[in-house]
């Protein structure tokens, strides 16, 4: 059994291609392995793609970084599981823009799963994505913390959290909800140390910026992996080295390409690698742009490595299967969040 698992896991770290499924109605006359679209001729993306920033300078990754290379395959159900996030958002009051897409990037990084696990993390994402433009701009801004920590349900925010609580946690043992739980708080105060830099005007330093954005990012998103595909990862597992840093180098990698994505909807704001490596090292845009792109192809070999060396030896044959799983997800996030990050409105460069 444990030699099956470890070739589950060996085929997501060997990142054979996989075509994206075509819509309904549709076929796709590319076989799986096909190079990309414009093999052969010009690229159709501007040359100094990567050196501009925005979603279309992560393309560039896909060419140099081994763990980017290959395209997710969509879920089948991508259409099913877009209805279900869309009938959720309008039940509890939240927005579900389609050209945003949150059902997309579930669809990639859950596509070998079923549909309600796909469904499920969507909703999450969508709650999250919420979350992270009312702290920005919203009235309410950390009160909805306090709201969400004491079990309210005045904000509709304080409601979908409530839902999605309701059906997540009860499969959950009561170790997962505290992780889960001290995760939200240490979110809370993320968002709070980020509210006073910019009060301050501050810009965090590169000693700084990684471990605040981990926790600004949502970091109990990393937990909710195991609730959506049915599974727990053994309690001792938190603490070791490996999964730590597999768990925080797919952290940093999505959330380094969400600044390069981001950085001209955000400006004015020095809560992102870019500004924060220009600032630092004295860089201009272009240059801190393509700086920031190195540290991510280097965190992708960093997480490529700590899922090698995951302990599934010392699991018991279940146990090895459903932290395998959740592995899996976590080496697929990182493409599934770079095609979403490019075709998402919410990124869209004016």
């Not at 799963?113 to 702290?135: G, S, V």
Request: aromatic share 8%.
């Amino acid at each position: 059994m444990i030699a099956t698992v470890r070739t589950a896991l060996r085929s997501v770290l060997q990142w054979k291609p996989l075509a994206p499924a075509p819509r309904a109605g549709e076929t796709d006359p590319r076989p799986a392995d096909a190079p990309a679209p414009w093999a052969g001729e010009a690229d159709p993306r501007p040359a100094d793609a990567s050196a501009r920033g925005g979603p279309a300078a992560l393309l560039a990754l896909t060419e140099r970084v081994p763990a980017l290379a290959a395209p997710c395959r969509m879920h089948p159900s991508v259409y099913a599981i877009e209805a279900a996030v869309i009938d959720w958002a309008r039940r509890t009051g939240l927005e579900a823009d389609p050209g945003v897409g949150f059902h997309r990037i579930a669809g990639r990084a859950l596509a070998e799963f079923d549909a309600a696990a796909a469904a499920l993390f969507a909703q999450w994402l969508t709650w999250l994505f919420h979350l992270d433009d009312e702290m920005d701009e919203g009235p309410a801004r950390l009160e909805i913390f306090q709201g969400l920590l004491e079990g309210r349900a005045a904000h509709p925010l304080e409601a979908a959290f409530a839902d999605l609580w309701r059906v997540t946690s009860a499969r959950m043992s009561d170790h997962w909800r505290a992780r889960f739980a001290a995760n939200l708080r240490r979110h809370l105060d993320a968002c709070r140390a980020q509210a006073a830099n910019r009060a301050a005007g501050r810009v965090p330093t590169l000693r700084q910026y990684p471990a605040l954005r981990r926790a600004t990012v949502g970091p109990y998103v990393f937990d909710l992996v195991e609730p959506c595909l049915r599974v727990e990862a053994p309690a001792w597992l938190q603490g070791c080295e490996a999964w730590r840093e597999l768990v925080d180098a797919c952290n940093d990698v999505t959330a380094w390409c969400n600044d390069v994505a981001s950085r001209a909807k955000e400006r004015g704001d020095g809560h992102n690698l870019v500004v924060v490596a220009a600032a630092e090292l004295g860089l201009a845009e272009p240059e801190a742009v393509a700086w920031v792109l190195d540290r991510i192809a280097e965190r992708c070999q960093d997480m490529t490595r700590a899922a090698r060396r995951l302990p599934l030896d010392e699991l018991g044959p279940r146990a090895a299967r459903d932290v395998s799983k959740v592995a899996c997800a976590y080496l697929a996030a990182p493409r599934a969040h770079i095609d979403w990050l490019v075709e998402s409105t919410r990124y869209a460069c004016p």
